[in-house]
């Protein structure tokens, strides 16, 4: 009789040893998935404000913990908490329309000689990317940035960049709001198709010819900066894997595919995916391996653009390496090992008990 209780410690042992493993130290529970981006027949007007009937509402797409994570090897855990984002795609014969809703609890606008919070999406009209491939890619970037008096509203810095060159925008190709006690900005912009078509025959020979029934597939990420120092605090963007990758995100694990429609197409509404995810800390102090994303002079800005078109984002690795093979800050695989190692401990414990019992 005086068995039991310990029979019953050994399945609160194992318990409790599940509990303590570590859930990869990033969030996400899927990608984002297929997204649509219709043809407009009225393009938006780019004011900054999300009017009623100005995008489609069924093409809205929330990024956040739920389908994004962390990029673990450059020393973050998790996607910030209380940060999302609403997401806008359309299109005309001319232009690719994009409009980004982004709450952040910490709104900080780039300066002069100054980083500030900004969004890289990268596309593919190939597929033509391999393993770490940015060089076959092109991608936009826009970011808050202050006109020098305080007001982040009046202008951002907005371009469209390949490898190779890149084609900044002036005002009349975006417009920006600001709703600091929502800690809330948008970003409403368009980007010429000839540039993109442009930058990407650059990268690969290959022509973007937008038309009903294109896709694409897309990454996006985020760069948050605190407003107190300026300083990067984070960074993490959408991916096709979770879990099994924890370290990176890389181009060829977009993680979004967009489909080009007509403009009396029926697009299905999205699930709802907006509650937070939460997860452990990692064993090491994301300070040991910490390290900014490259810049690059931005042609005719005369200062510093946010992730250059040199910047390469690491490439996704199941094994936890690095694109130089080095091990990334967070021990998964020991991790597993040690965790492993405790439930069959428990396991053999409780057999052991049982067979013991029976034997009386």
Same mark, same amino acid.
Request: hydrophobic share 40%; charged share 20%; with cysteine.
């Given at each position: 009789m005086k068995r039991k209780p310990i029979t019953v410690l050994m399945l609160i042992?194992?318990?409790?040893?599940?509990?303590?493993?570590?859930?990869?130290?990033?969030?996400?529970?899927?990608?984002?998935?297929?997204?649509?981006?219709?043809?407009v027949t009225? *393009? *938006?007007?780019?004011?900054?404000?999300?009017? $009623?009937?100005?995008?489609?509402?069924?093409?809205?797409?929330?990024?956040?913990?739920?389908?994004?994570?962390?990029?673990?090897?450059?020393?973050?855990?998790?996607?910030?908490?209380?940060?999302?984002? /609403?997401?806008?795609?359309?299109?005309?014969?001319?232009?690719? #329309?994009?409009?980004?809703?982004?709450? +952040? %609890?910490? =709104?900080?606008?780039?300066? +002069?000689?100054?980083?500030?919070? #900004?969004?890289?999406?990268?596309?593919?009209?190939?597929?033509?990317?391999?393993?770490?491939?940015?060089?076959?890619?092109?991608?936009?970037?826009?970011?808050?940035?202050?006109?020098?008096?305080?007001? %982040? /509203?009046?202008?951002? =810095?907005?371009?469209?960049?390949?490898?190779?060159?890149?084609?900044?925008?002036e005002p009349d190709h975006y417009g920006i709001s600001v709703d600091n006690e929502k800690n809330l900005w948008i970003f409403e912009g368009k980007f010429n198709w000839s540039d993109i078509s442009a930058l990407f025959r650059a990268n690969t020979e290959t022509e973007v010819n937008p038309t009903e029934g294109m896709t694409?597939?897309? =990454?996006a990420y985020y760069a948050d900066f605190s407003a107190a120092n300026y300083n990067w605090i984070n960074w993490f963007g959408t991916t096709l894997t979770g879990y099994e990758a924890?370290?990176?995100?890389?181009?060829?694990?977009?993680?979004?595919?967009?489909?080009?429609?007509?403009?009396?197409? $029926?697009? %299905?509404?999205? *699930?709802?995916? /907006?509650? %937070?995810?939460?997860?452990?800390?990692?064993? /090491?102090?994301?300070?040991?391996?910490?390290?900014?994303p490259a810049g690059s002079t931005a042609p005719g800005s005369g200062t510093s653009a946010p992730a250059g078109s040199d910047t390469k984002t690491p490439a996704a690795t199941t094994d936890g390496k690095g694109q130089d093979g080095e091990k990334s800050s967070f021990p998964i695989v020991p991790v597993i090992i040690v965790a492993v190692i405790i439930v069959i401990a428990a396991i053999a414990a409780v057999i052991v008990t049982g067979k013991k019992k029976k034997n009386k």
């Open positions: 042992l194992l318990v409790l040893s599940l509990a303590a493993i570590p859930a990869g130290a990033v969030d996400m529970v899927e990608p984002v998935g297929t997204v649509y981006a219709p043809k009225t *393009p *938006p007007t780019l004011d900054g404000v999300i009017s $009623e009937g100005e995008w489609n509402a069924n093409a809205a797409f929330v990024i956040n913990d739920w389908n994004m994570k962390a990029v673990v090897a450059s020393g973050f855990i998790e996607v910030t908490e209380g940060w999302s984002s /609403t997401f806008h795609l359309a299109w005309d014969s001319e232009y690719l #329309y994009i409009a980004a809703e982004t709450v +952040d %609890p910490d =709104l900080c606008a780039r300066i +002069d000689g100054k980083e500030g919070d #900004y969004y890289r999406m990268y596309f593919d009209f190939g597929p033509t990317v391999g393993a770490g491939a940015m060089e076959s890619t092109v991608s936009i970037v826009f970011c808050l940035n202050d006109d020098g008096n305080g007001d %982040p /509203t009046k202008v951002s =810095l907005c371009f469209a960049d390949g490898t190779k060159s890149n084609v900044m925008y694409a597939t897309a =990454l924890p370290a990176w995100f890389g181009p060829e694990e977009y993680g979004i595919e967009i489909k080009f429609v007509g403009a009396d197409a $029926e697009i %299905p509404a999205r *699930p709802e995916t /907006t509650f %937070p995810v939460t997860t452990e800390p990692p064993a /090491t102090s994301p300070e040991e391996s910490k390290t900014e």
